[in-house]
């Protein structure tokens, strides 16, 4: 990562090597070498452009590359016939839920949204 690609606010995750390696958070000021960063966990770091990975700049540099992108694939992929859908849903439900999965009680989340979901359609036709 340059310095031209970083921007306040951008999401990173540092990357392997570093003490903090794999956490996430937000860059909160830009230096010329480096940048300061705030995790996750609210604890602050300085690092080199090097250790961290930006998904924010690639999600600008993805925009700018492809702006009609589909989410997901290409346009014109068919390899399936299902939609990219976004929720939302209460944080505490959702916690709840990304705890079942890491314990292994959820093993596909697809598959259980696709079945509670036809379960409730079909309860209703």
Excluded: Y
């Excluded at 859908?85 to 696709?114: C, K, P, Q, Y």
């Amino acid at each position: 990562m340059t310095l031209c690609d970083a921007q306040v606010g951008d999401k990173i995750q540092i990357r392997s090597g570093h003490r903090e390696a794999d956490k996430r958070g937000k860059i909160t000021r830009v230096h010329k070498e480096n940048c300061s960063v705030r995790l996750d966990d609210g604890s602050q770091l300085k690092l080199a452009f090097t250790q961290v990975r930006n998904f924010s700049s690639a999600a600008r540099k993805a925009w700018e590359a492809m702006p009609s992108r589909q989410v997901g694939r290409p346009k014109g992929s068919k390899r399936s016939n299902r939609i990219s859908v976004t929720l939302r849903f209460d944080e505490a439900l959702w916690n709840r839920f990304l705890l079942m999965e890491r314990e292994g009680a959820i093993s596909d989340r697809t598959t259980l949204f696709h079945e509670a979901l036809s379960k409730i359609v079909e309860s209703r036709s």
